[in-house]
């Protein structure tokens, strides 16, 4: 029984650790298996007001979700050997990838439900520093490591939302005035 919380440790440990060294450190290297996540999942994060559209595709594919799966396929059955020597830690750990891939890919699905259940995985993104706040499931890790950088709530937070707003209505406004007919005669 001692597997639970030792996997559950594990898994927040791993989380953090790949998010910061793998998903960021390598992951910023245009070329780079990793690239996928800084390249395509934060740009689309940031444009989005973290609602990234990759999440509304099928698993299956060659995209950011898609490989975010596949490496967590690997991982899965490259635990599978330890699973008879160590059932409640590896059931732990499977638990934990699971339950990292549902509430990431609704983090990123539904904005407003990300902010008030994950506010750490939402700081990570909309936040300043998207070199922080590493976590997803849990910022426990984020906390020992000191990585832990509020911004849900702050009145940065409240000026860039604000600001935000405004951008979107100013967008809206000019796409339906590209919409409207012209009123003065067309030269022949």
């Known amino acids: 029984m001692i597997g639970i919380p ?7 440990a791993t989380e953090w650790a790949m998010h910061k060294y793998v998903l960021h450190g ?13 390249h395509d ?5 940031r444009r989005g007001d973290m609602d ?7 698993v299956v594919g060659w995209h950011a979700q898609g490989k975010e ?26 638990y934990s990838g699971i339950n990292y891939y549902r509430k990431h890919k609704r983090s990123h699905l539904d904005p407003e ?16 520093d998207q070199d922080a706040n590493w976590c997803v499931t849990h910022p426990f890790f984020d906390h ?6 509020p911004y849900v709530g702050t009145d940065r937070e409240k000026q860039d939302r604000k600001r ?22 067309k030269a022949a």
């Open 69 to 94: 799966a596949a490496a967590m396929a690997v991982a899965g059955v490259a635990l599978a050997p330890l699973l008879p020597i160590a059932p409640f830690f590896v059931g732990t750990l499977y």
């Open 164 to 185: 935000r707003a405004e951008r979107a209505v100013r967008r809206a406004q000019r796409a339906a005035s590209s919409k409207r007919p012209s009123l003065t005669p």
């Open 113 to 128: 439900w990300a902010r008030e259940n994950l506010p750490w995985h939402y700081d990570h993104h909309m936040g300043p």
């Open 144 to 149: 020992l490591m000191g990585t832990r950088k």
């Open 26 to 38: 390598a992951g910023k290297k245009k070329g780079s298996f990793w690239s996928f996540h800084w």
């Open 41 to 45: 999942h934060h740009k689309n994060s």
């Open 52 to 58: 990234d559209p990759m999440y509304r595709e099928s």
């Open 6 to 12: 030792l996997g559950l440790f594990a898994a927040n």
